[in-house]
């Protein structure tokens, strides 16, 4: 069955620090990804997604994610963080032939001013 | 765009009642809307995918009599929680798909709603 990993389950950072959270799947086939944030209180919001083409992708709020197809991996990345950025980040798996996504079990984010 | 509404936001009832829960896409039509369930520090589990016009389907073990699901119309799926007893407690969270055409479908989601059960 297909899967989806999100092997840091809570990362703690000072402001202004580097991000990059790991996403890996399990599915040999085309897939669709997409990274969600969920802020406190708040509802799922797309952040980016990659359909094909550049696997450089980039987000809204200057977060960018690479699709790296030989690692079955996705990785979001922000080059320096801000205390909004706190929130649990999601990546999702699309595989083709569905419209169903597969959820990772999501990283919470806690970003120190 | 592609703004999607869940009403209520919370609600509270009693072990034996039912309880529906609404999803609206706003400001466009979704024939597939997707109903989920978000236990507390875990992921959201797929519970139905909801088709206008035709039947719901459902994820395994989830029961179709107990999650009642209709989507009379492309901007309107319901989840009705029937004869809830306390482990029904949970986050439900709706999507809907987004069709702009080939592969380029997006879910987007609403805010949930927070069910307790006495």
């Known amino acids: 069955a297909q899967s989806v990993s999100q092997h840091n389950h809570h990362v703690i950072l000072s402001e202004a620090a580097s991000l990059e959270l790991g996403c890996n799947y399990s599915?040999?086939?085309?897939?669709?990804l997409f990274w969600y944030v969920q802020y406190p209180g708040q509802h799922l919001q797309l952040l980016l997604k990659?359909?094909?083409?550049?696997?450089l992708v980039k987000g809204i709020k200057g977060f960018e994610a690479e699709f790296i197809k030989s690692k079955f991996s996705f990785n979001l990345r922000k080059p320096s963080v801000q205390w909004s950025d706190t929130a649990e980040y999601f990546c999702?798996?699309?595989?083709?032939?569905?419209?169903?996504?597969?959820f990772g079990t999501g990283t919470r984010l806690k970003v120190l001013a | 765009g592609a703004v999607v509404s869940q009403h209520p936001s919370r609600v509270i009832c009693k072990s034996g009642t039912s309880v529906k829960i609404e999803c609206r896409s706003l400001d466009f039509q979704a024939t597939t809307m997707f109903w989920y369930r978000q236990f507390p520090k875990q992921s959201l589990m797929l519970m139905a995918t909801s088709n206008e016009g035709s039947k719901a389907t459902y994820e395994q073990g989830v029961e179709k009599d107990k999650f009642l699901i209709n989507h009379a119309s492309l901007t309107l799926s319901t989840l009705t929680v029937t004869s809830a007893h306390p482990e029904d407690s949970s986050f439900y969270i709706c999507?809907?798909?987004?069709?702009?055409?080939?592969?380029?479908?997006?879910?987007?989601f609403g805010p949930g709603t927070r069910l307790t059960v006495l």
């Open positions: 599915y040999g086939g085309t897939v669709n």
């Open positions: 990659y359909f094909s083409g550049d696997p």
């Open positions: 999702a798996v699309k595989t083709s032939g569905t419209y169903k996504y597969i």
């Open positions: 999507s809907a798909l987004g069709t702009s055409g080939g592969s380029t479908d997006t879910q987007y």
